[in-house]
């Protein structure tokens, strides 16, 4: 896996769908949680790219992953 382009793809993705459902006058509940994502991931690469912090992506896996 290259780690560069995985993270181009999801900006892109990101984007596209934000662009997509800004124009829609209704969304489903799996559109609204796709968009959601979309904004996170959105959000997270402005901030990483503007020199906020990085998230400790060991820890957040970890408790994301942990059997609930």
């Not at 509940?29 to 979309?38: I, Q, Y």
Request: no cysteine; aromatic share 8%.
């Amino acid at each position: 896996m290259d780690p560069s382009a995985n993270l181009y793809e999801q900006i892109r993705l990101a984007k596209n769908y934000l662009r997509t459902t800004a124009l829609a006058d209704t969304l489903t509940p799996l559109e609204v949680e796709g968009e959601r994502l979309a904004d996170l991931v959105d959000v997270l690469t402005e901030w990483l790219a503007e020199g906020g912090f990085a998230p400790d992506w060991q820890a957040v896996y970890s408790r994301a992953t942990a059997p609930r």
